[in-house]
């Protein structure tokens, strides 16, 4: 499996930036794809963006898409998600999953590895 840690959650207002990471270690993480999640109170896991693992294709949920970036730094097994124009209903726990495998899914049993979360809150 691949260990993750995310970082970079925060409470910020509506209209702001954040940008996450999701540092990766284990089995070869450069042939890892990479799921961003994230689940708000009461609410299931759901799919926010993903990246393969030629960092080429990427995929994003619709409601995300044009405000939010993913991408990946292979020399620091990090990938990132830029979130720009943050809204209230983006407050929601972010986790980042791998899939040994080129192709993106969007689906959470897709993943084998999670990492712990981190906090994004959004004030409006």
């Known amino acids: 499996q691949v260990q993750l840690v995310e970082s970079g959650g925060g409470l910020v207002q509506a209209g702001d930036s954040l940008r996450l990471s999701c540092a990766a270690s284990?089995?070869?993480?450069?042939?890892?794809?990479i799921g961003w999640f994230r689940q708000a109170p009461g609410k299931d896991r759901e799919f926010v963006a993903g990246?393969?693992?030629?960092?080429?294709?990427?995929l994003y949920a619709d409601s995300v898409k044009a405000r939010f970036t993913i991408s990946r730094d292979y020399a620091k097994n990090t990938v990132y998600l830029q979130m720009n124009n943050l809204k209230p209903e983006d407050t929601a726990v972010y986790f980042c999953?791998?899939?040994?495998?080129?192709?993106?899914?969007?689906?959470?049993?897709?993943?084998?590895?999670w990492g712990q979360g981190t906090q994004v809150t959004v004030s409006s």
């Open positions: 999953a791998a899939r040994p495998s080129p192709v993106i899914r969007p689906g959470r049993t897709d993943y084998d590895s």
């Open positions: 284990g089995r070869t993480v450069s042939r890892n794809s």
């Open positions: 990246i393969g693992w030629t960092g080429k294709s990427t």
